[in-house]
């Protein structure tokens, strides 16, 4: 009886089948993940560009100090708060929400300020946003003490969270 050495050549080419098989199973559905994921994305991305080139958001000048007003005269422990409120105009056709205040202090402290409180007392939100041509009155109210007498606002910024670079800057 005459034994064989090794594997046939028949056995060997179907054990390289099936690890490459197995191989490229795993392989597509990595890859498929992947293109799935980055066409999305850039898809977003691409959608969110075009929607932002008709958005605009600017101060009311004819409000405060060229739209801004600004106390940081209160007293926390007394339960009194500084703040910031400016007038802003949607001056573009995108609705707007999601404002947060950016301020530069002349000592060069920049404080984001993402709480705030609008004057009819509903924030704007994707449910109601600022809409084309209107204007509302933002107040940030600020939690911590900032000394009056040391501290003088330079800059506000206004951010917002539909189109992140629509976000105009006046010096006060």
């Not at 999601?98 to 939100?125: D, M, P, R, W």
Request: hydrophobic letters at 40%; one cysteine or more.
């Amino acid at each position: 009886m005459m034994m064989s050495k090794g594997l046939s050549p028949i056995v060997s080419v179907v054990i390289l089948i099936v690890i490459s098989l197995t191989i490229a199973t795993i392989v597509s559905s990595w890859m498929f993940r992947l293109v799935t994921t980055t066409t999305n994305q850039t898809g977003t991305t691409t959608e969110n560009q075009v929607l932002c080139r008709n958005a605009g958001l600017d101060f009311d000048t004819n409000y405060g100090y060229y739209g801004v007003e600004s106390n940081f005269s209160g007293n926390v422990s007394a339960n009194e708060t500084d703040w910031i409120r400016m007038k802003i105009v949607n001056t573009g056709t995108v609705n707007l929400h999601g404002f947060t205040i950016e301020a530069t202090l002349l000592n060069g402290t920049v404080y984001e300020i993402e709480h705030y409180v609008l004057t009819e007392a509903s924030e704007k939100t994707s449910a109601n946003p600022l809409k084309s041509a209107e204007s509302d009155i933002v107040t940030a109210n600020i939690t911590y003490d900032i000394n009056e007498s040391t501290t003088t606002l330079e800059e506000v910024k206004v951010l917002n969270s539909v189109c992140s670079e629509v976000a105009p800057s006046i010096q006060v």
